[in-house]
């Protein structure tokens, strides 16, 4: 545990040393599409250096995305790997919102990197090994309109952002799952051909399927220790021989229960079918199917029947009680052959009827001293038969003179005699339907057709077809609701939307205001802050969280601006800490400015003036201390300032299409998708995730329908954990799993098992289901 420690140590801390980069590691996005070719919207200027090609990506209408095959072969490269470093070498144009590249299979996005002007972050999105997806968020600016060199270098769970050559940020993420399907598609500068759109210029865009990637980039940061992927792959093997280790004591133990079981005795396992006792691998036939006694099962299987190869003088025929046709001897009749067995009924030049037998090859005239039975029919409803003297009524039940329909078929009586038919669900095995075997898997339910499907059966399987009011193969179908459930709401029947928490109407368009409606109470020093399908107790001004974060409030506390320096006051003036605030009070005697103190810089009292990082708020000093509110944007105003006031810009180009392609957007509209928040802002579409409140807890679970994970205190119904290789379980056979390991548990099939920090959880494996 000691080397396990110290090589985690290793991962964070370690330095770097150079190496060179193998030309198969390397995917370089600009060269593999070819650009500029046959893309509008992109044209090659100058770059940061003359060493490679770089691109200005330009308007709103293009669609820069790889060939199939191209796709094909670059994510060929990435796929299954957990080691890889994102490079580009960027000025993107300033407050835009783009996406560098985007590797992404119908919604997932694998991997795809943006940089956000108008939130000041850059964002990597991918999916996690538990398929889920996620976006990293990084606070910083890169759409200032400069240049800047950008890494992202992803190693297992760990991830570190380099800008400039500088490491920014350093983190451990969940790992991404990099089993990335062969049709996905890879687009450069936007996310599709509507949203994310990059503006700016790009040089040097690279992926390298390697660790510490960066160092080609900023070839002045070196490394030689091992990366945390070596970590994590040193863990998985022990994991994996504990797993090994694991499997030999159940064998083991197994082999141990069989010789004790076996002693001094001897078990056969036996069939006992209608009566008859058949032993172990002893065969029979049953009707069309041959079966096989197997471990105390019967195991069946039709019968093939070979092409009869009759002798002259016998015809292949069906005899009762065997399933193939057998050859048997055949009579002349009249210049007609005769099977074995059937009669023929003549009548002579009297009107005599003469019967006759086929036996032996030869015909036998059989003479009856019985009179034929006296009809109760009419004789214009009486039949005379070719194969008896005496007539019958129309009608006749045929089948309750016996016949040859057995395993899942019945007998049905014709004109003139009868004939086998398969029951419902069943088809034939042989031409005349005697013998027939389950085939209706519609009426069975032994379809994959959708729940909203109808299941129409056909010769050799099944057709699926979605119901009125749903869509899709047949496999899946899906409720129509013309992509109007907003806010994340799905589409649970046609036109009946299902919203997420947090939202309401009938198209969840509507936002609760838990905070308005009086179903929070927050502590007195903090207010109810209504967020798009959540809320949060958040502190006052003045208060701070203390650390051990409380839903209602409870937890924030008074910042002592005097002792923190977080307070305004003049050098003329005393500042004084209040519960909440402070004050700057003047000494006895004395004759205070109320100036105020400013980043630094002095503020007369009575002064306004608008922040230098951010134009949409306006500060005034008063009596030593500064007060700061957003601009109120008047629409009235020809002046109005847009970019404060998005809401105000009235132009049809600055409208935004909403992710479904059905709904529009004025500039300044705000609305959730997929528990991200996105806003519109002149014409450009930007979404991050949905702020979560802050919650320190060791097991969280995410709800149904909800986006932010909520603490439990029951590992075993949490999906996500704080895993920690110190916090150990033993399983069944008393060997130590680390946690986030998992195991079948012995004696069991499907019983699968997960250490979590020390906890053991089982529960049925889904892939048995």
Not at 171 to 196: C, K
Not at 658 to 675: A, F, K, M, P, R
Request: hydrophobic share 25%; net charge negative; aromatic share 6%.
């Amino acid at each position: 545990m000691g080397l396990l420690r110290c090589l985690l140590a290793f991962c964070v801390l370690c330095p770097a040393s150079g190496f060179g980069v193998d030309p198969t590691l390397r995917i370089s996005i600009l060269d593999e599409l070819m650009l500029p070719q046959s893309f509008d919207g992109v044209t090659q200027v100058q770059g940061f250096h003359g060493q490679s090609r770089a691109f200005l990506f330009q308007g709103s209408s293009r669609d820069v995305k790889a060939a199939a095959e191209v796709a094909k072969r670059m994510v060929q490269k990435l796929r299954g790997k957990n080691e890889f470093t994102v490079l580009v070498t960027l000025k993107q144009d300033y407050l835009n919102s783009g996406v560098i590249f985007s590797i992404h299979h119908s919604e997932h996005r694998f991997l795809e990197l943006e940089s956000s002007g108008q939130r000041n972050e850059v964002r990597l999105h991918y999916r996690t090994k538990g398929q889920q997806d996620h976006t990293e968020v990084f606070p910083y600016s890169l759409a200032d309109n400069q240049w800047h060199k950008v890494s992202v270098a992803v190693s297992a769970s760990h991830v570190i952002l380099h800008v400039d050559c500088n490491r920014i940020y350093e983190r451990v993420v969940e790992a991404p799952y990099m089993d990335i399907p062969g049709d996905t598609l890879f687009w450069l500068g936007q996310r599709n051909s509507a949203h994310g759109l990059f503006k700016g210029v790009m040089q040097d865009v690279e992926i390298l399927v390697m660790p510490q990637g960066y160092i080609s980039q900023c070839p002045d940061l070196n490394r030689t220790c091992p990366t945390c992927n070596d970590f994590h792959g040193l863990v998985q093997k022990i994991m994996e021989l504990q797993d090994v280790l694991a499997k030999t004591s159940r064998k083991l133990s197994r082999a141990e229960e069989k010789m004790n079981a076996l002693d001094g005795c001897y078990c056969e396992r036996t069939c006992n079918i209608s009566g008859v006792v058949y032993r172990e691998d002893e065969g029979w036939t049953d009707g069309c199917m041959n079966c096989t006694c197997t471990n105390g099962s019967v195991h069946c299987e039709t019968i093939s029947c070979p092409p009869a190869q009759c002798p002259a003088g016998t015809t292949p025929t069906y005899v009762k009680g065997v399933c193939c046709k057998e050859c048997q001897p055949v009579c002349l009749f009249g210049g007609r052959e005769v099977v074995d067995g059937d009669m023929k009924a003549v009548r002579d030049s009297t009107g005599r009827c003469l019967l006759f037998e086929c036996r032996d090859r030869t015909m036998h005239q059989i003479v009856s001293s019985e009179p034929c039975p006296e009809l109760n029919c009419p004789e214009a409803e009486q039949i005379t038969l070719s194969d008896r003297c005496c007539k019958i009524c129309q009608g006749h039940d045929f089948c309750s003179e016996g016949h040859g329909c057995v395993e899942h078929s019945d007998c049905v009586n014709l004109e003139a005699g009868d004939c086998c038919v398969c029951k419902d669900g069943f088809r034939p095995l042989r031409e005349d339907n005697a013998y027939c075997e389950e085939h209706d898997v519609c009426l069975s339910g032994l379809h994959n057709c959708d729940e909203n499907a109808l299941c129409l059966n056909i010769v050799g399987g099944h057709s699926c077809s979605c119901k009125p009011g749903y869509m899709g193969n047949g496999t899946v179908c899906k409720a129509l609701c013309d992509g109007l459930c907003q806010n994340g709401g799905t589409c649970a029947s046609p036109n009946n939307c299902i919203c997420q928490q947090g939202f309401t109407g009938k198209r969840c368009e509507t936002d609760i205001n838990e905070c308005a409606e009086g179903f929070i109470e927050c502590d007195s020093k903090s207010t109810c802050v209504n967020l798009p399908g959540w809320y949060h107790c958040e502190c006052r001004d003045g208060y701070h969280d203390n650390g051990f974060f409380s839903a209602n409030g409870e937890s924030c506390v008074d910042i002592n601006e005097c002792k923190t320096g977080r307070n305004t006051c003049t050098n003329d003036t005393v500042c004084f800490n209040l519960e909440g605030s402070y004050d700057c009070r003047c000494p006895h005697g004395h004759n205070c400015t109320g100036d105020c103190i400013h980043d630094n810089k002095v503020k007369h009292s009575g002064q306004i003036w608008i922040l230098d990082s951010d134009r949409c708020s306006v500060c005034s000093c008063q009596a030593g201390q500064v007060m700061c509110r957003r601009m109120v944007c008047d629409c009235n105003n020809p002046n109005a300032d847009l970019y404060c006031c998005p809401e105000c810009d009235p132009r049809l180009s600055s409208q935004c299409l909403h992710q479904n392609g059905l709904l529009t957007y004025s500039s300044g509209d705000t609305w959730v998708e997929n528990c991200q928040q996105c806003q519109c802002l002149q014409g450009q579409v930007d979404c991050w995730p949905l702020s979560c409140p802050p919650g320190d807890c060791e097991f969280t679970v995410v709800p149904e329908g909800e986006c932010c994970p909520r603490c439990v205190t029951d590992p075993c119904q949490a999906d996500t954990i704080r895993n920690d290789i110190t916090k150990t379980c033993s399983d069944e056979h008393n060997i130590s799993r680390f946690s986030g390991s998992s195991w079948i548990k012995h004696g069991t099939e499907c019983t699968l098992c997960q250490c979590k920090n020390g906890h053991i959880c089982c529960s049925v494996d889904p892939m048995c289901l």
